[in-house]
């Protein structure tokens, strides 16, 4: 998986900002980094419809970002195999890279949004605020595990 993540992110190239993306039937969580790619930050949730008016909303996103790619968290089962979701994400991927013509990178989203629950439960945030925060948190989880993976690349 970390090989995959790494061939696809080389189309991002050194610097740029990037946008995470947490897929999920109902919602996709999006984060974006800055552009040296230290931190990973929250930025929203957006309501999935029909793919068009959501490929046009994270168009407009990564515009308003300058971002220089995508990092799509992929779900993978727990022993590491591949489901029904992830085959789904890996179509929504391709689609992505024709309406943006932005590279995508796949990352393992394994425990992502358990991980961000835990955390915002840590933070005695109420049911209501962890459920509006949880899939921009998962992004950001995502994000900041793929630019801490081509930190330690380029070091």
């Given at each position: 998986?970390?090989?995959e993540f790494d061939q696809a992110a080389l189309a991002f190239g050194?610097?740029?900002?990037?946008?995470?993306?947490?897929?999920?039937e109902k919602t996709i969580g999006v984060a974006s980094c800055d552009p040296g790619r230290r931190v990973a930050t929250p930025v929203e949730t957006v309501r999935r419809t029909k793919f068009?008016?959501?490929?046009?909303?994270?168009?407009?996103?990564?515009?308003?970002r300058a971002v220089v790619g995508f990092v799509l968290g992929l779900?993978?089962?727990?022993?590491?195999?591949?489901?029904?979701?992830?085959?789904s994400t890996r179509a929504f991927a391709r689609s992505l890279?024709?309406?943006?013509?932005?590279?995508?990178a796949l990352w393992d989203e394994r425990l992502s949004t358990?991980?961000?629950?835990?955390?915002?439960?840590?933070?005695?945030?109420?049911?209501?605020?962890?459920?509006?925060?949880?899939?921009e948190s998962a992004a950001?989880?995502?994000?900041q595990g793929a630019i801490?993976?081509?930190?330690?690349?380029?070091?």
């Amino acid at each position: 998986m970390a090989d995959e993540f790494d061939q696809a992110a080389l189309a991002f190239g050194d610097k740029g900002p990037l946008l995470g993306l947490d897929l999920g039937e109902k919602t996709i969580g999006v984060a974006s980094c800055d552009p040296g790619r230290r931190v990973a930050t929250p930025v929203e949730t957006v309501r999935r419809t029909k793919f068009t008016a959501d490929a046009d909303r994270l168009r407009t996103l990564a515009k308003e970002r300058a971002v220089v790619g995508f990092v799509l968290g992929l779900p993978r089962n727990m022993d590491g195999t591949e489901g029904a979701r992830a085959q789904s994400t890996r179509a929504f991927a391709r689609s992505l890279v024709k309406a943006t013509g932005l590279p995508v990178a796949l990352w393992d989203e394994r425990l992502s949004t358990a991980a961000m629950d835990r955390d915002l439960i840590g933070l005695d945030t109420s049911r209501a605020k962890r459920a509006a925060k949880i899939d921009e948190s998962a992004a950001a989880f995502i994000l900041q595990g793929a630019i801490d993976r081509l930190t330690r690349r380029g070091a």
